[in-house]
């Protein structure tokens, strides 16, 4: 079965900083996509961020871009996000999603929640 376990969430006051972890177990980590998505209550999942595994390449939303980091330790099959300059509105669960996919598809449809294997999740909290 795969399993993707995220680690790190917490509270912290808005300027302050949180780095998730993602780590992949039972898949076939290397070529593929992985995300992280967030949902905060009564709003839509979206994408934060995504990284095409093979080569590192990077896709940002634009409300985190320049403050949110995604990198991947392949050895390690582990994905991370690093955020920094958290703002009250980045308070949400915070969810680690993985695809085995072509570039191609990373690099356009990242956003989409449209990957089979999701994580259970982990909280970040920013207050003001």
């Known amino acids: 079965d795969v399993q993707l376990v995220e680690s790190g969430g917490g509270s912290v006051q808005a300027g302050g900083s949180l780095r998730l972890s993602c780590a992949a177990s039972g898949y076939t980590y290397g070529t593929g996509c992985m995300g992280w998505f967030r949902q905060a209550p009564g709003k839509e999942r979206e994408g934060v961020t995504a990284?095409?595994?093979?080569?590192?390449?990077?896709y940002y939303a634009d409300s985190v871009e320049g403050r949110f980091t995604i990198s991947r330790d392949n050895a390690k099959s582990a994905v991370y996000l690093e955020m920094n300059s958290l703002k009250p509105e980045d308070t949400a669960m915070y969810y680690c999603?993985?695809?085995?996919?072509?570039?191609?598809?990373?690099?356009?449809?990242?956003?989409?929640?449209?990957?089979?294997?999701w994580g259970q999740g982990t909280q970040v909290t920013v207050s003001s």
């Open positions: 999603a993985a695809r085995p996919a072509s570039h191609s598809w990373c690099s356009v449809l990242w956003a989409k929640p449209d990957f089979p294997y």
């Open positions: 990284i095409y595994t093979d080569d590192g390449s990077t």
